[in-house]
């Protein structure tokens, strides 16, 4: 999904086990996309597991919940 950031929302819309992929416009979106879900997960009392593309500025984030 092209998008411009990733947000906090979109991560909470997540269910276990779903994965979702994010093209961002640049590697700086998709490291604070990286750092947002990682926060979150503390927050939300789950875990999210992220793999970066930089060569596509993209991010996928699985959430696991505990």
């Given at each position: 999904?092209?998008?411009?950031?990733?947000?906090?929302e979109?991560?909470?819309?997540?269910?276990?086990g779903e994965t979702?992929?994010f093209?961002?416009?640049?590697?700086?979106?998709?490291?604070?996309?990286?750092?947002?879900?990682?926060?979150?997960?503390?927050?939300?009392?789950?875990?999210?597991?992220?793999?970066?593309?930089?060569e596509?500025?993209?991010?996928?984030?699985?959430?696991?919940?505990?």
């Amino acid at each position: 999904m092209k998008t411009d950031k990733v947000t906090r929302e979109d991560l909470r819309a997540l269910h276990h086990g779903e994965t979702r992929t994010f093209e961002l416009p640049n590697f700086a979106a998709v490291q604070s996309a990286k750092s947002s879900a990682y926060i979150l997960g503390h927050i939300e009392g789950c875990r999210f597991a992220c793999i970066t593309d930089p060569e596509k500025n993209a991010i996928s984030i699985t959430r696991y919940d505990r």
